[in-house]
């Protein structure tokens, strides 16, 4: 084996000299370092492209921040008086419905939002012009979970700061790396289902009607809308823990929880909204189409 023209490693037995035979190693891993700031710089295009379009919008932009704050004041006028009985613990309602504010939080977020906005895209052409575009496809769709994701984050501290001047409601403490884990599996889990409901959903017309029908009523009876201790009927209460509502509303009252000694996990919810997140990932990859549906 020997040296081509201009120093190029011959290739074996006298073949012509490799394509890149002498690339150092070294700068093969430039060569990836630079492909991942690419594919970071892409990605952070498409969220600041993501908020400038949210920003441009002020209507929708007033009502997604101001959504969660209206419930929750609703909700503490109503219910908020009164102390909850939880079986275990006894509870404010203020203190109960800051999490389940911050689970309706995270499914308007990353289910409702993402569902909706892709199915317009989609109907739109603006998906497929995107992938005829120079923009890997990845890039897109990363920047848009990862805008909803950081709109989520946001609104959550907003909610969270909220209940802490007006309701004197405790933040967690030990607890907030459970608080954390589940709003991480929760992001997965309605991000990848809204997702999945939007290929299902057949035109741009039919996704306000589908989207909302498929969990708004998981709203109300998954201890969101509703307090548990309202007399809600078993066969409604067991009919919910089906559902990944029920499981990541209840994941985070235990984070929430101001009597919690432990540390806040609960493995078994987040193992069905994780189960419910890799059902909506599935069906996204096998029905989800970037082309109209006309």
Same mark, same amino acid.
């Given at each position: ?47 600041? &492209? ?11 932009? !007033?009502?997604?921040?101001? !959504?969660?704050?209206?419930?929750? #004041? ?21 203190? !109960? &419905? ?12 990353? &289910?409702?939002?993402?569902a909706m906005s892709w199915v317009f895209d989609r109907d739109g052409g603006v998906l497929k012009r995107v992938r005829?575009?120079?923009l890997p496809p990845w890039a897109f769709l990363f920047g848009r979970i990862a805008h909803a994701v950081i709109l ?6 907003? #909610? ?6 007006? &309701? ?10 459970? #608080? ?7 992001? !997965? ?55 990944? #509502? ?37 069906v996204t990859l096998r029905f989800s189409s970037w082309e109209p549906r006309v």
């Amino acid at each position: 084996m020997g040296a081509g023209r201009g120093g190029r490693a011959g290739g074996p037995y006298g073949q012509p000299p490799l394509p890149r035979g002498c690339v150092p190693a070294a700068d093969r891993r430039g060569r990836r370092r630079g492909g991942l700031v690419k594919a970071v710089r892409l990605v952070l295009l498409q969220i600041k &492209y993501q908020e400038r379009a949210f920003r441009r919008n002020p209507a929708a932009a !007033f009502f997604t921040i101001a !959504f969660p704050l209206i419930f929750l #004041v609703i909700l503490n006028v109503i219910f908020g008086g009164n102390d909850l009985d939880l079986g275990d613990r006894v509870i404010s309602g203020a203190t !109960f &419905y800051i999490p389940a504010i911050a689970a309706l939080t995270i499914v308007n977020s990353c &289910y409702t939002s993402i569902a909706m906005s892709w199915v317009f895209d989609r109907d739109g052409g603006v998906l497929k012009r995107v992938r005829g575009s120079p923009l890997p496809p990845w890039a897109f769709l990363f920047g848009r979970i990862a805008h909803a994701v950081i709109l989520m984050l946001a609104l959550l501290v907003l #909610v969270v700061l909220f209940g802490w001047l007006f &309701y004197d409601v405790d933040v967690p403490g030990q607890t907030m790396p459970a #608080v954390l884990v589940t709003l991480a599996v929760g992001a !997965f889990s309605f991000c990848a289902l809204g997702f999945a409901i939007a290929s299902m959903v057949p035109n741009a017309d039919a996704a306000p009607a589908v989207v909302n029908a498929s969990i708004l009523p998981l709203l109300f009876i998954s201890d969101v809308f509703i307090p548990p201790d309202a007399g809600t009927p078993a066969w409604v209460e067991h009919l919910s823990s089906v559902f990944p #509502v029920r499981h990541l509303s209840e994941a985070l009252q235990t984070g929430f929880n101001p009597f919690e000694t432990g540390a806040g996990f609960e493995p078994v919810h987040l193992a069905v909204i994780a189960a419910w997140g890799v059902a909506g990932l599935l069906v996204t990859l096998r029905f989800s189409s970037w082309e109209p549906r006309v």
